[in-house]
């Protein structure tokens, strides 16, 4: 009961607190002559809009983590709707947001956690998917995945992706990239001098990217 709490808790509530701060930011660099009454009414419009889809989508919830991962993803959805008209594109759009999201997440905290998470690794790529395996187990059931062990290193595959299949319905598929710019916190600070472990940055893509599945390639260091 207490690990389905949290797992709602962190799903939800806590990355859409953060993307929040993130949509405020932009909407200051997007809006630079709004007030903060002004600022605040955008915001206010967004929450309804995000409201309004978690009803809507309501259907899309099996388990706990689901039940959060549905109110982070209305509130990335409403947010991009209401700013879009700002962008020159809707790749525009989706990589501003995309990169406030990062950058919002990236806290000291965040980043000193997924750094012992990799020295967990201790170079060994067997290792390495484990935790990763015991990590996503907390996504709930509307993930699946796999991974495989070679004499190069592990490649991780996901194969079933919530927040695709929410973008998807939307016809928004591209926007799962503003979630897939999160996992960037881990992959793109892993050093081979320090967690003896190497991420290949040209194999990796994702659903969002347009391919079949996600796959995270790790090489031993």
Not at 86 to 113: N, R, V
Request: charged letters at 25%.
């Amino acid at each position: 009961m207490l690990l389905n709490l949290i797992r709602h808790w962190f799903f939800g509530h806590y990355t859409t607190r953060v993307t929040r701060k993130a949509v405020l930011r932009l909407i200051r660099k997007m809006k630079p002559a709004a007030n903060r009454r002004q600022r605040n009414e955008i915001l206010h419009r967004i929450d309804q809009t995000a409201a309004a889809h978690r009803q809507d989508d309501a259907s899309l919830v099996i388990d706990p983590p689901s039940r959060g991962q549905l109110e982070w993803a209305s509130f990335i959805l409403a947010a991009y709707q209401e700013l879009l008209s700002d962008f020159a594109s809707e790749e525009e759009a989706i990589q501003a947001l995309g990169s406030e999201m990062e950058a919002a997440h990236g806290t000291p905290m965040i980043l000193f956690t997924l750094d012992r998470l990799m020295k967990a690794f201790r170079g060994d790529v067997r290792r390495a998917g484990k935790v990763l395996d015991a990590v996503l187990k907390q996504y709930g059931d509307s993930f699946a995945w796999k991974s495989e062990v070679d004499e190069k290193g592990l490649t991780f595959t996901i194969t079933r992706c919530w927040y695709f299949h929410f973008f998807n319905v939307h016809g928004l598929p591209r926007l799962t990239t503003c979630a897939c710019r999160l996992d960037g916190l881990w992959f793109n600070r892993m050093d081979p001098k320090r967690h003896r472990l190497r991420f290949d940055h040209d194999r990796y893509t994702t659903k969002g990217y347009g391919s079949q599945n996600c796959i995270f390639p790790i090489e031993r260091g």
